[in-house]
């Protein structure tokens, strides 16, 4: 099994940043793609970004030239970092990982780390 913890999240202002990170452990040796998805509040859960072990990845277009995903594979750990940040960027963030190129629904998942941004 995976265990993925996420941590940095908090409650900053509109275009201010915010820096995420999800460290991986346990059976690692697997994982292929690892990612961050969010979810607001009456909202469904919507990829943010991912990154595969060799480099390729893939923004919602909604955080694009915001958001930057990057991968420190001695470390098994993920980060996203985020600038510009904007009201509608305020949910729960959760790191997810796969031991495929993409995000299948055999996935592991992080517990979330909450990001609030006020205006």
């Known amino acids: 099994q995976v265990q993925l913890v996420e941590s940095g999240g908090g409650l900053v202002q509109a275009g201010g940043s915010l820096r995420l990170s999800c460290a991986a452990s346990g059976s690692i040796f697997s994982i292929n793609v690892m990612g961050w998805y969010r979810q607001a509040p009456g909202k469904q859960r919507e990829l943010v970004a991912t990154m595969t072990k060799g480099g390729s990845t893939v923004y919602a277009d909604s955080v694009k030239g915001r958001f930057t995903i990057s991968r420190d594979i001695a470390k098994s750990t993920v980060y996203l970092q985020m600038n510009n940040l904007k009201a509608e960027d305020t949910a729960v963030y959760y790191c997810?990982?796969?031991?495929?190129?993409?995000?299948?629904?055999?996935?592991?998942w992080g517990q979330g780390t909450q990001v609030t941004v006020s205006s």
């Open positions: 997810t990982a796969d031991r495929i190129f993409f995000v299948s629904t055999s996935a592991f």
